[in-house]
Every structure is written in C-alpha cells, then in structure tokens.
C-alpha cells in the first residue's frame, strides 16, 4: 500500500501507472518544496541476483525509521542501485515554472511511478524464498523484523538500527564501575543466600517459573544466534575468515548492537544460580566463576572492540541453546540420553575459541611488540581485551574439560565398580545360599 503525504493539501487522483524518463536536473532552491512521502517496502538486492528495474541510490536514516531523500525535477530518470532494506521513500519534488495543475500532475505522475515501481519489487521478491548471501534464512532479513518488532515492544525507547555504543554515557551496565558493582552483588547474593537457605530444612521450589526462564533463555539464544549469523554469512562468504576476526569491517553496527545485548542477558543469567541457591544445591567453583568472569568478558570484549568476539559469542549462544533446552526439559521431568553431549560441547567450544583467540593474540604480539615474527595480517582492537580474554577462555577450558573427568568419567568407573561389587555380592550371596541349602538338604537325608 502506498502512503502519501503531502506539505500541502492537495487531492491527488492517481493516473494510470506510468514511467517517466528524461534527464536529471538540479531543484531551483528558490521555490518551495513539494515533500511526497511513499511507505513502499524496499527489499535488499545482491548484484548478482535479479534486480527490479528501479532501485534508489540515495540513503539517509531518520529517527523513525531508514528512509529515502531523492531531490529531483519531476520526471527525471532516477539512479538506482544496491542498500539495505528500508521502509518508507521520502521524496523531494521542487514544483515547475507552471501553474499549481501542472505541479500536482508531475507529484501524481511521479507517485504512480514509483507505484509502477514498487509492483515489479513486490513480484519479484514478496514469495522468493531460496536464501541468498545477504539473507541466509529462506531469503527473510531477519534484521529489519527484529528491528521492527524490538522498536515496538520498547515503544520507540530501544531502536536496534538506530543503536550506538558509547561507554558512560546512559547505557545500563556500560561503564566498569557499574559492572564490576553487579558482579559483586551477585556474589554476595549467592554467598549469602546459601547461608540462609542451610538454615532452612526445605528447599524451596518454584519449577514453573525456573521452567519458563530455561525457556527464555533458549529463544534468546537461538534469537541472537541467528541474527548474528546472517550478519556474519556475507562478511565471511565475500572478504574470507581473517577478515571477519581482524578488520573493522566486521565490527558494524547490527553486530555491537547484537553483542551488547547479548552482554546484557549474561547479567540475566546470574537467575541459574539464584535458582541453585532456593533448591539448597551445591554451588560448585566452576559454576559461580564461570558466571561473574563471563560477564566481566563481554564487557571487555565490547568496549576494547576485539573483532573476534563473534567466534566465542556465537559458539556460547549455540551450546546455550542446547544447555537451556536440556534444563527445560528436565525441569519438566524428561530424561534424555544426551544429557554428557551438553559438557561435551562447552568443551568443544572452549578448543575452538582458544584457538582463535590465541591466533588473535599471537597476531597482536607480532603487531605491536615482537615484530620481527611472522604474522598474517593487521589485526584491530584492543590488545589489553584480547590478552585478557585468551586467560579467562583458557581458565574456562581446564575447568570444564576437570568438571567432565569428575563428574561423567570417574562418577562412571564409580558406578561400574559399584555395579560390579554389587553382582558379585549377589552371586557370593547366591552361592552361599545354594551351599546352605545343599547342606539342609543332606542333613534330612541322614
């Protein structure tokens, strides 16, 4: 559907679709302006993908919403080529040297072409569904629904395409000082609270609601998962992997907005412990650590813009969505056999992002100090965040794969030996009751 919006009121019955072409002209700055406001839905195009016959070649963002400036003399032949998806065309048109007719039959005549326009956009692209590098995902640019539906939810107050990161400067948890207070106030609520709930003779439980936070969790995990990785998919496919760890280019603004986010929900987290601490389970050191220290990475990470954040982030995001269904589904009281698969994988994750992150690192190292090694490339970012994080990954990675050996494979040899005393308990058992048996057995014989 077509939505105009004129500076000035004028009725404006639409001719039949139409083209225009002629040559384009500079507006005359000293007449007044005509604005035409067009909500035609614009689909991205790659070059090497069918291309409608009209695409604009002029982007400016609002603070509404992504949209179009075009200043251009009425039936001027427009330049079109290759953007991001956006939302609305607002259009310039200055009037002619005519009367106020002629003026109203070249904005009518303009608004039917691009009516014209917008049709062949919407045949071509409106039911394709076979993804593309630009849109991975049965060719749907998830991004520009989150960023619809996030708009909405807030009311207007949190616009993912409209988002910057800058440190201090309002953002929750944005600063060091605020992170490092709500880290410490998870401690203290944990450590705390299992002091009194040792008090208590009952644990408490509340399943339905730990049900729905496991539940929670899952949807946003796989939410950010896969925003990130069609952001990621063309970056990778066109410009290859050293590119997308070490280059700026891959530090764009979908990407921070995504990463911030996801620094947020680790805070969010902290509630798996919480919920530890009302069942009166132990708290081990792996899980209380590796909370608080996760955290304090992604505020690093975010802050010292080390490119390479997407391997670790998205590698954690997939093993949450894993994690977080297996807890769900246990929380409901469904057993499932690949319950040690879950550790397995965080371990498998930990390997591959030290290997990354030391390859970072290693890079940073010839880069700036010992520049007499060999290195790949110029890598960005902060050297500080990407040393920092290679020792928390790396802490993570000795704790995990120790939580593994204790708990699946010398729990298991525990519980085999245990089987098997057991059996041969019963079968000493068996034996001696077979031979007292025997013994009954002679004795009434004689």
């Not at 987290?269 to 919480?274: A, R, S």
Request: net charge positive.
């Amino acid at each position: 559907m077509l939505c105009f919006a004129f500076a000035q009121a004028l009725p404006l019955p639409l001719p039949p679709h139409r083209r225009f072409h002629g040559q384009i002209g500079m507006p005359m700055p000293t007449l007044p302006l005509l604005s035409l406001h067009l909500s035609i839905p614009i689909f991205q195009q790659h070059q090497h993908q069918q291309t409608p016959s009209h695409f604009i070649s002029y982007i400016k963002r609002t603070h509404s919403s992504p949209s179009l400036v075009i200043p251009f003399i009425p039936g001027s032949n427009l330049l079109y080529s290759h953007h991001p998806p956006i939302h609305s065309l607002s259009l310039s048109l200055p009037p002619t040297m005519s009367a106020n007719d002629t003026l109203v039959d070249s904005a009518t005549a303009t608004a039917a072409s691009f009516a014209a326009s917008s049709t062949d956009i919407f045949n071509s692209n409106s039911w394709n569904f076979v993804p593309t590098v630009d849109r991975p995902f049965f060719n749907i640019y998830l991004w520009d629904h989150f960023d619809r539906i996030a708009t909405w939810v807030s009311n207007g107050k949190f616009i993912p395409s409209q988002f910057t990161f800058e440190q201090g400067k309002g953002l929750p948890l944005s600063e060091l000082n605020s992170a490092l207070i709500a880290i410490a106030l998870y401690y203290v609520i944990i450590l705390g609270g299992s002091k009194v709930m040792q008090k208590r003779q009952n644990p408490v439980s509340f399943n339905y609601i730990f049900q729905l936070h496991n539940l929670f969790l899952t949807f946003a995990s796989f939410t950010l998962l896969i925003l990130m990785v069609e952001q990621l998919f063309p970056i990778i496919y066109r410009n290859g992997i050293f590119y997308a760890i070490c280059n700026y280019g891959s530090w764009t603004q979908p990407m921070v907005t995504l990463y911030y986010l996801n620094y947020l929900v680790k805070y969010y987290e902290f509630i798996d412990t919480f919920f530890l601490v009302l069942k009166k389970k132990n708290l081990t050191f792996l899980h209380t650590y590796h909370h608080g220290a996760t955290a304090l990475l992604c505020y690093t990470q975010i802050v010292g813009a080390t490119i390479v954040s997407w391997v670790p982030i998205t590698l954690n995001l997939a093993v949450h969505c894993l994690m977080y269904w297996y807890y769900f589904l246990a929380a409901r009281g469904i057993r499932v056999w690949w319950k040690e698969w879950v550790t397995r994988f965080q371990i498998i994750q930990f390997i591959l992002d030290v290997a990354f992150i030391y390859f970072i690192a290693y890079q940073k190292i010839a880069q700036e100090y010992i520049t007499v090694l060999p290195m790949c490339g110029e890598c960005v970012g902060s050297t500080t965040a990407a040393l920092s994080g290679a020792s928390i990954i790396t802490s993570y990675l000795f704790l995990f794969c120790a939580f593994y050996i204790e708990v699946y494979k010398r729990s298991g040899a525990k519980k085999r030996a245990s089987a098997a005393e057991k059996k041969d308990s019963s079968s000493a058992s068996a034996a001696s009751t077979a031979t007292s048996a025997q013994d009954s057995d002679l004795r009434k014989r004689k």
